[in-house]
């Protein structure tokens, strides 16, 4: 069935390599976040509110438009490091490509990047959303909310 999952295998490049190899044997779960690159927006809108819901559908188009957003790292059955793209169109909502996660303040934010748990190499899970929202609808941002994106 994973197989199913994926439509392109090709060897890992050299930078890949590295970052998978350095995971796996130098760095220990909290020296990960050395790989992460956290990008903060605050919301500044004079016309009202945007939809979270539509805001999850513009991410999920762009990961599914750019294949390194989906790009997973494993090796082989010689133990030669390669890369697979899964196909978002065979992904299902609990195997997304991405996460995404909806929090009441920027300081949650904060520390849920802290858990170097939101990535998976080997599953393609690269990036991962934060919202963080005051709002009491539970599908609005308004002024001031923060909007958080987390690469690996």
Not at 38 to 46: E, G
């Amino acid at each position: 069935m994973l197989l199913d999952l994926l439509y392109f295998v090709a060897p890992a490049s050299f930078a890949q390599q590295r970052i998978l190899l350095d995971e796996q044997i130098r760095f220990s779960s909290k020296d990960k976040l050395i790989y992460t690159i956290p990008i903060f927006y605050r919301i500044s809108s004079s016309q009202g509110t945007i939809s979270i819901n539509r805001l999850y559908r513009a991410l999920k188009e762009v990961v599914g438009k750019h294949t390194i957003l989906r790009t997973a790292l494993g090796f082989d059955v010689h133990g030669v490091p390669i890369q697979t793209v899964s196909d978002m169109s065979e992904l299902s909502d609990d195997q997304n490509a991405f996460g995404f996660t909806i929090v009441k303040s920027k300081d949650e934010i904060e520390e849920k990047i802290e858990d170097s748990n939101v990535f998976n190499l080997r599953k393609g899970r690269v990036l991962h959303f934060y919202v963080a929202s005051m709002s009491q609808s539970p599908d609005t941002l308004r002024d001031g909310d923060v909007v958080a994106f987390i690469l690996h």
